[in-house]
């Protein structure tokens, strides 16, 4: 059974007055536990919109999202913050879920606090996450702007496991990152999946980037997802 299941979802944004643009025209996608699912596409294609959809971020005009059987289309909330121990994000920007005022070792711990997790519990499984991305434990005390992108990067993707997700969303988690620490950070990704199981929706616009993790690729054009198939299928030349 697939971990998640989008089934035709339409999504549309409120431009001025009365007028909509329609940003996803009936798009379905499924990702299976422990699969990488790619989504390609050109700039504006709905890449975005599509994850934003998944993590409730956006309104689904009509179609559904499933997640391990629950409908969560709709999910906000209380039902939403529920969602956050099976379902996380890594975005492009790691400053978009790193709080610069607050230390690696608070921004860790935080997403546990707030659960009721205890301060020497929030602290065994920071130091669990931060050895998980390859970062040393003393990283708890310095900010995160004291650290190069892609270690920004892999305080975010600590940020992104410490509640022990089923499926993480990835929005170009790589493409602000010079090519070395690009093939690092996506070993990163790659280690992650065998040794946890994790899922991920893998938002690209780079081809390369997608045949090295993903097992399937959408392919999305104007709002639609136009192919769908192996990268290998997917990436190469017509
Ligand atoms: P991608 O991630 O593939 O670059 P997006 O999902 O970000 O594409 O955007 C899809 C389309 O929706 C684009 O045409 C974009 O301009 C439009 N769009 C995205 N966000 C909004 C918004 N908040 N309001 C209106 N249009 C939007
Ligand atoms: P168990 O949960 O019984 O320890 P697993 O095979 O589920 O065994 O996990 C192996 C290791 O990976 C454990 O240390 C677990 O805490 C960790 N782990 C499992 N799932 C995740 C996840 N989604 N994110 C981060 N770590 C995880």
Redesign the pocket.
């Known amino acids: 059974n697939p971990l998640l299941e989008v089934d035709d979802v339409v999504v549309d944004?409120r431009?001025r007055g009365r007028a909509t643009?329609r940003?996803l025209k009936g798009v379905s996608v499924t990702v299976g536990p422990g699969e990488c699912v790619g989504l390609v596409?050109e700039?504006?294609?709905?890449?975005?919109?599509l994850g934003k959809a998944v993590l409730g971020l956006t309104t689904v005009a009509s179609g559904r999202i499933t997640f391990d059987g629950t409908d969560i289309t709709h999910a906000r909330g209380a039902a939403r913050r529920r969602l956050a121990s099976d379902i996380q994000v890594v975005f492009q920007d790691p400053y978009g879920s790193l709080d610069p005022t607050m230390t690696v070792g608070e921004v860790l711990a935080e997403p546990l606090v707030v659960t009721g997790a205890t301060r020497a519990q929030a602290r065994t499984v920071v130091a669990e996450m931060l050895d998980r991305v390859r970062l040393p434990t003393d990283a708890v005390h310095r900010y995160p702007s004291e650290f190069s992108g892609g270690q920004r990067q892999r305080i975010a993707i600590a940020r992104a496991l410490v509640r022990r997700p089923r499926l993480i969303v990835c929005d170009e988690p790589v493409s602000a990152l010079d090519l070395t620490t690009q093939a690092t950070i996506l070993d990163l990704f790659l280690d992650l999946q065998r040794e946890t199981g994790v899922s991920y929706l893998f938002?690209s616009h780079d081809l390369g980037v997608v045949r090295r993790l993903c097992h399937r690729v959408a392919v999305?054009y104007q709002g639609e997802i136009v192919e769908t198939g192996s990268a290998r299928q997917v990436t190469q030349d017509p």
Do not use: E, N, P
């Open positions: 944004y431009l643009f940003a596409g700039s504006g294609s709905g890449k975005s919109t938002v999305m």
